[in-house]
């Protein structure tokens, strides 16, 4: 755009300049005056920058300097936004997260938490999962010989007549043994067989009332917790104790072994 | 003390939200910044509104300061680019600099009593002929002009500010003063 190298014509042009506006050394000031006393163009040179320097000068004297410095305000906004612009403190990583996280929208925001709660159970399967063994791991209460299932179920409780109070008997005596494992066939199976072995309890419950003479409830109720195998021997039994009633009691002791030896042939 | 601290580290403690850092910052340039404001544009009122903008937009950029460049520097760039966005706009505008701050500045001129009617029309005409001069000048040249003139700064302090070599600051100057002489031959300037 311009010539930067020295413009006067005797190449003084930025020792003009320095000297004019007196930023010059004594020295140099000294040297540079010696010239002007010998050179041709720079004198006059001098003079007319002087001139527009002066003009200038008084431009600025005349119009500038009378004026009051005004008095800058910063605006509120200005600060405002300087603060939200981040002019304080640039925000951390973990804040422009919070920011870009709470500014989703809400689909999204569900979608974070649901991801945020998968990495936690990940994590936690990791860190606690991995301390424990296999064995550890899998605790499962020991599987009984006959049964080929590994499924582990409960044995099937069938409750649904009053009689059967044999096999409810049968799990409170054994409540605090733990439950075994079984084939839910198998379960049946013992289940039929049960039911069966009620069945016999009954028709004994039947027949016993029918043979001997009615009793007190106790009477009544003591055959339903003897095994089914005595029942005949309690029979026998009802019948010595009318004949004890009736004041024969001398062959008692033969008739009981009497009624133990007909046990033990059964 | 505020006063005590260089401009560098008050804009870090400005940075670091301290109100008074930079007030005291704006204290130190205002005058500066206001005087180049007016050197360029010519007129006060754009020049306080220049000067005003130059202060708020360094306020909002504080953070992005570089720490290896000056304030005067970083300020004088942010004023200077406002003046020209200021000049660009009143170009479309069509509107005349000179002919609008006469009308603006005069409340403002007192001249010595000492000078007669005739005197002061002549010194009028006189300063009303630089201005054009200047005002028609590149903006590089006159901004080396106006920061030489009108804010007194060395040709050091205008080298820092501009961030040019010393010998460009007075290749400029010199280039400067000869094109305002060479326009300035039809109007008499008489040294007062």
């Given amino acids: 755009m311009f010539d930067t190298r020295n ?31 010998t050179c041709v ?64 929208p809400g689909m999204f925001k569900t979608a974070s938490a649901f991801a945020a709660i998968a990495l936690a159970a990940g994590l936690a399967w990791v860190v606690f999962g991995g301390l424990l ?67 016999v309890v009954r028709e004994n419950d039947r027949l016993g009332p029918r043979e001997g003479p009615a009793k007190s409830d106790s009477k009544d109720q003591a055959p339903d917790k003897l095994q089914p195998e005595s029942l005949p021997a309690i029979q026998r039994l009802t019948e010595l104790a009318e004949i004890d009633e009736e004041g024969d009691n001398e062959d008692a002791g033969l008739r009981l072994s009497d009624l133990f030896a007909g046990t033990d042939e059964r | 003390m505020l006063t005590d601290k260089t401009d560098e580290e008050l804009v870090q403690l400005a940075v670091s939200d301290d109100p008074e850092a930079f007030g005291e910052i704006v204290k130190r340039w205002e005058r500066k910044i206001f005087a180049l404001c007016y050197g360029m544009l010519n007129r006060e009122d754009e020049a306080k509104d220049a000067a005003q903008e130059t202060f708020i937009a360094a306020f909002k950029n504080l953070a992005r300061f570089r720490g290896d460049a000056k304030v005067s520097s970083w300020l004088h760039r942010i004023a200077v680019n406002q ?36 005197r002061l029309t002549e010194k009028d005409e006189r300063i009303k002929a630089v201005r054009l001069a200047v005002s028609a000048l590149p903006p590089d040249l006159k901004q080396i002009v106006v920061m030489k003139e009108f804010e007194e700064m060395t040709f050091q302090e205008i080298s820092d500010a501009m961030e040019i070599p010393l010998s460009t600051v007075k290749s400029r100057l010199y280039t400067a003063l000869k094109q305002l002489r060479m326009k300035l031959q039809r109007t008499p300037l008489e040294v007062v």
């Fill in chain 1, 41 to 104: 163009h720079c004198p006059g040179e001098l003079a007319a920058f002087a001139s527009v320097s002066t003009a200038i000068g008084d431009w600025k004297s005349g119009k500038f300097d009378p004026l009051s410095t005004p008095q800058f305000v910063l605006p509120k906004d200005a600060t405002e936004k300087a603060s939200r612009a981040g002019l304080v403190a640039s925000p951390s990583v973990s804040e422009k997260l919070q920011a870009l996280i709470l500014n989703l």
């Fill in chain 2, 83 to 118: 003046c020209l966005t200021r000049k660009r706009r009143e170009k479309t505008r069509s509107e005349s600099y000179i002919d609008d701050s006469d009308s603006t500045g005069e409340k403002f001129f007192k001249a010595p009593s000492s000078l007669t009617p005739a």
């Fill in chain 1, 7 to 37: 413009h006067s014509d005797c190449g003084f042009g930025h020792e003009i300049i320095t000297y004019l506006y007196r930023e010059m050394g004594s020295a140099e000031r000294k040297a540079f005056e010696d010239h002007l006393d």
């Fill in chain 1, 133 to 199: 063994t296999p064995d550890e791991i899998a605790v499962v209460p020991p599987v009984e010989e006959k049964s080929t299932s590994t499924a582990v179920e409960l044995p099937v409780v069938v409750r649904s007549e009053p009689a059967d109070d044999e096999a409810i008997e049968e799990n409170s005596e054994n409540s605090n043994v733990p439950l075994p494992v079984t084939n839910p066939q198998n379960s049946r199976k013992e289940t039929v067989n049960r039911s069966r072995k009620s069945s």
